[in-house]
């Protein structure tokens, strides 16, 4: 079973910068795991913020930029803003037999 | 504007079955592969199942398979799932989302499943 990791809590200051990690369990993630990344804040659906490692959507602030970093998809928060407290989801492709796992998610605090 | 509107949420004795619904309008639907996504209380986002956009294809996590099935009616824009012989540990928030290439780009707001006596 695949499992996909990610730091379980982080914290950063008004202003700063925090890099989020994902790593898959089968190795290094690469860009054919299409890494898409997720914000969540309490009682909201997930909001898509990076696909396919480092394109944004139209909405997505410029301060969030996804790369590959070491092996690992990598979510970076940069001029980080109170509003930018939640929860962060990575979300990796394998194909078969089960074509995309989650991360297990980091809480960030804006402190 | 793209939307995507679930419902059939419910409370449901274990061994019970409910059908989930997810209305979608504001792009062609019949172009796009669908995902169903779940969330326990206060746990982390689970990829449940994935159905191709003609219907003919279909993915599941382990842990559904034989008790859950994806569908879709494109005539309808509407996709299902159909839960059956349901658990405690099915207990969820049941997101749909939308996959172009890759991309899960826009959820709907979900519709709560509790297992439960």
């Known amino acids: 079973q695949t499992v996909v990791t990610q730091e379980p809590s982080l914290t950063v200051s008004p202003g700063g910068t925090v890099t989020l990690t994902c790593a898959s369990s089968?190795?290094?993630?690469?860009?054919?795991?299409?890494p898409n990344w997720f914000q969540q804040k309490p009682g909201q659906a997930p909001k898509a913020l990076i696909y396919?490692?480092?394109n944004k959507h139209s909405w997505t602030p410029a301060r969030f930029s996804g790369s590959l970093l070491g092996g690992k998809a990598a979510l970076t928060l940069s001029g980080v803003q109170p509003e930018d407290e939640a929860e962060y989801y990575c979300?990796?492709?394998?194909?078969?037999?089960?074509?995309?796992?989650f991360g297990t998610g980091t809480k960030v605090t804006v402190l | 504007e793209m939307q995507l509107v679930e419902s059939g949420g419910g409370l449901v004795q274990p061994g019970g079955s409910l059908r989930l619904s997810c209305a979608v309008s504001?792009?062609?639907?019949?172009?796009?592969?669908m995902t169903w996504v779940r969330q326990a209380p206060g746990k982390g986002l689970e990829w449940v199942a994935n159905i191709s956009p003609d219907g003919s294809a279909q993915s599941y996590v382990d842990s559904v398979k034989g008790r859950f099935t994806i569908f879709r009616d494109n005539a309808k824009n509407t996709l299902y799932m159909q839960m059956n012989s349901l658990r405690a540990e099915d207990t969820a928030m049941y997101y749909c989302?939308?996959?172009?290439?890759?991309?899960?780009?826009?959820w709907g707001q979900g519709t709560l499943v509790t297992v439960s006596t």
């Open positions: 979300l990796l492709y394998y194909d078969v037999p089960q074509p995309w796992v």
């Open positions: 504001g792009f062609t639907f019949s172009d796009y592969y």
């Open positions: 396919s490692t480092s």
């Open positions: 089968t190795g290094a993630v690469t860009s054919g795991h299409y």
């Open positions: 989302a939308r996959d172009r290439d890759w991309n899960y780009d826009y």
